[in-house]
């Protein structure tokens, strides 16, 4: 038996939502007991089912960024720069 992760997705823009996992034989069994156990009342209108074994997983190591202090603008620096760009104008 292999475990298959299922995923749902809601019509539009929606994300798609892990909604569970199952064990089957193959993959077509997976997609049956995928579709019985989370498509039977119309929860999503796209369904992925992925084998766990090809799902790749990022630790918090992995996840860390160099610096992105650049990402998060509170506006400080942009005022300080208008005000130093207004004060030597003067």
Request: hydrophobic letters at 35%; charged letters at 35%; proline letters at 2%.
């Amino acid at each position: 038996m292999k475990t298959y992760e299922v995923f749902l997705k809601k019509e539009g823009k929606d994300p798609f939502i892990h909604a569970g996992s199952v064990d089957a034989p193959d993959d077509e069994m997976a997609l049956t007991y995928a579709r019985e156990a989370y498509g039977r009342r119309s929860e999503g209108d796209q369904m992925w089912v992925v084998l766990r074994c090809n799902v790749l997983i990022a630790d918090e190591v992995e996840l860390e960024m160099a610096d992105r202090t650049h990402k998060h603008n509170d506006g400080k620096l942009v005022a300080e720069l208008r005000r130093t760009t207004l004060s030597d104008q003067s």
